[in-house]
């Protein structure tokens, strides 16, 4: 069974643009959730889909958005794009919503902002 | 409000000797707790998890981790390290605000060396 997918592995943008981050979780999986992960803060949680539904959102700005598709498949959307977004973003798929469903990750898009 | 703590962000074993990272967790609830292990340039992979079925959990490539809540610990061991262990380290519990979302400690560079 295929993992979780995400394109693109590598972004370079500038600061102002806005950028569009892919994710396809594992074959019947219906839960993504995204993450973000930089050397000073951490593994961050973004926010949590499923059945085509935000579920859940961490203390981000408005500035990150994302969406589910009815295939489960997800989209993350970071606007105006700042030096800090820089970082490597996780997507991560589980079978269902539960406090102890393990969660599969994808291997990051990594987002440079200059 | 859950947190985990993880003990020393830098370990250093030999091959061959006993590998311990620790993690301390903090939450009002039964917790679900979790440790991942990130390799360069890749997404974490779940090495176990504890859902209260047992205090001791056996993980994937040697292993396992004890549940202490009179200690609120649940500290990672390998009787063995292996070289292809290196890699980063990171324990994590289930936050009561939502499912599929993840508080993540700081995470432990394990080094090993030869």
């Known amino acids: 069974k295929a993992g979780v997918t995400q394109t693109p592995r590598y972004l370079i943008k500038t600061r102002g643009q806005q950028v569009t981050l892919s994710c396809s979780p594992i074959?019947?999986?219906?839960?993504v959730s995204w993450y973000q992960q930089t050397p000073g803060q951490g593994l961050q949680f973004l926010f949590e889909?499923?059945?085509?539904?935000?579920?859940n959102k961490g203390n981000f700005p408005g500035r990150f958005s994302g969406r589910q598709f009815s295939n489960s498949r997800s989209e993350m959307n970071v606007s105006t794009l700042e030096l800090g977004d820089s970082a490597l973003y996780l997507c991560?798929?589980?079978?269902?919503?539960?406090?102890?469903?393990?969660?599969?990750f994808g291997n990051g898009t990594r987002l440079t902002v200059t | 409000a859950q947190s985990v703590t993880q003990l020393g962000s830098h370990v250093s074993v030999s091959e061959g000797a006993l590998v311990l990272l620790r993690c301390n967790y903090s939450?009002?609830?039964?917790?679900?707790l979790f440790w991942y292990v990130q390799y360069p340039n890749q997404g974490l992979q779940l090495l176990l998890k504890?859902?209260?079925?047992?205090?001791l959990v056996k993980g994937i490539n040697g292993f396992e981790a004890e549940f202490k809540k009179s200690e609120t610990s649940f500290h990672l061991t390998k009787p063995s390290a292996h070289m292809s262990d290196a890699a980063e380290y990171f324990c994590?519990?289930?936050?009561?605000?939502?499912?599929?979302?993840?508080?993540f400690g700081a995470g432990t560079r394990l080094a090993v060396h030869p």
């Open positions: 889909y499923f059945s085509e539904t935000q579920r």
């Open positions: 074959s019947g999986h219906r839960s």
């Open positions: 504890y859902t209260s079925a047992a205090t």
């Open positions: 991560a798929s589980s079978l269902r919503q539960s406090l102890d469903s393990p969660l599969h």
């Open positions: 939450s009002s609830v039964p917790p679900y």
């Open positions: 994590a519990v289930s936050s009561a605000g939502g499912y599929n979302k993840l508080i």
